[in-house]
Antibody
Framework: QVQLQESGPGLVNPSETLSLTCTVSGDSINNYYCTWIRQSPGKGLEWIGYVSYSGSTNYNPSLESRVAISIDTSKNQFSLRVTSVTAADTGVYYC????????????WGRGTLVTVSS | EIVLTQSPGTLSLSPGDRATLSCRAS???????LAWYQQRPGQAPSLLIY???FRATGIPDRFSGGGSGTDFSLTISRLEPEDFAVYYC??????????FGPGTKVDIK
């Protein structure tokens, strides 16, 4: 059974960098696109960006200047970095996997809550 | 940029009722790039419908999707207790990537 699991600090200080990792188990990460999505408390879903198995990326224009997504196929993991965080970056962060950039997201992690606060 | 609008914001119904949810795109989109997700409280979203009308693996046939161009719909023929949740439509494509609608909450009347 394929599973995705997000991990990383649950609390980040304002102006610092948020770093999360998504570990895929039960299947190789090769040949998939890996996506990060977040959800602010009580709000809807916001696409952050994705990375392909070859390392190409595409980001939400509203976050592009502060976001980096990378992939490590040797560890079956992909990662998210968001710099200069503010309280507006607080929320549940989900990783998800798809077959391509023009594909739906059939597999999601359970999500991890990140709070930006001093 | 494609903007998705969902209506109504909240739908109050009873178990056994029929639910019809709407998703409208700001410009015409290919139906192959439109999906619906269900999110129960405290859980991650889960894929219900892709390519506008195809049920994802394991999704019961009381869920159906349709539409084309700018207007799409999700219908739940008879609401079960576990169907009371928030539903999001999604457009996926190369540019600007992925867009979600604001969601429709289906709650118990």
């Amino acid at each position: 059974q394929v599973q995705l699991q997000e991990s990383g600090p649950g609390l980040v200080n304002p102006s610092e960098t948020l770093s999360l990792t998504c570990t895929v188990s039960g299947d190789s990460i090769n040949n998939y696109y890996c996506t990060w999505i977040r959800q602010s408390p009580g709000k809807g879903l916001e696409w952050i960006g994705y990375v392909s198995y070859s390392g190409s990326t595409n980001y939400n224009p509203s976050l592009e200047s502060r976001v980096a997504i990378s992939i490590d196929t040797s560890k079956n993991q992909f990662s998210l970095r968001v710099t200069s965080v503010t309280a507006a970056d607080t929320g549940v962060y989900y990783c998800a996997r798809s077959r391509g950039y023009s594909s739906p997201l059939p597999l999601w992690g359970r999500g991890t809550l990140v709070t930006v606060s001093s | 940029e494609i903007v998705l609008t969902q209506s109504p914001g909240t739908l109050s119904l009873s178990p056994g009722d029929r639910a019809t949810l709407s998703c409208r795109a700001s410009q015409s989109v290919s139906s192959t790039n439109l999906a619906w997700y269900q999110q129960r409280p405290g859980q991650a979203p889960s894929l219900l419908i892709y390519a506008a009308s195809f049920r994802a693996t394991g999704i019961p046939d009381r869920f159906s999707g349709g539409g084309s161009g700018t207007d799409f719909s999700l219908t739940i023929s008879r609401l079960e207790p576990e169907d009371f949740a928030v539903y999001y439509c999604q457009h996926y494509g190369i540019s600007p990537g992925i867009t979600f609608g604001p969601g429709t909450k289906v709650d118990i009347k």
